[in-house]
């Protein structure tokens, strides 16, 4: 991959995750409303306090990749967070999976572009 485009896709990454995660703890991106399960299931994670681990690996990551220092871990961490919202707008909220699938293409990108990382691990 070219390392210029490379470049642009990790900072684009980091930044979306960055802002979604301190949007975690400052809320100044309004949330939009769920119903039934979507709700249900979005209540517990923030009642058990999962979203703020979430939220705290969000912010890690985020600038990991945008200071490309251990990005190529926290890309791979951050791959569980884009299947799991992917997964969690395709089952409950299929209205909302734009976003997720965003994230999902971008880690996808980015995991692609660290790949000399990871041949260690896979050889």
Request: glycine letters at 10%; charged letters at 10%; a positive charge.
């Amino acid at each position: 991959m070219n390392s210029k485009v490379f470049m642009v896709l990790r900072i684009l990454l980091g930044i979306f995750v960055l802002v979604f995660g301190v949007n975690k703890f400052a809320n100044f991106l309004p949330m939009p409303e769920l119903a039934g399960d979507a709700a249900a299931y979005f209540g517990a994670l923030a009642n058990s306090k999962t979203l703020m681990l979430v939220g705290i690996v969000e912010i890690v990551a985020g600038l990991a990749l945008i200071l490309n220092k251990y990005g190529a871990l926290l890309a791979l961490i951050l791959m569980s967070i884009s299947v799991n919202a992917v997964l969690f707008h395709a089952v409950l909220d299929p209205g909302g999976i734009g976003g997720a699938a965003v994230l999902l293409i971008l880690n996808i990108a980015v995991l692609f572009g660290y790949k000399d990382h990871y041949k260690a691990l896979l050889s």
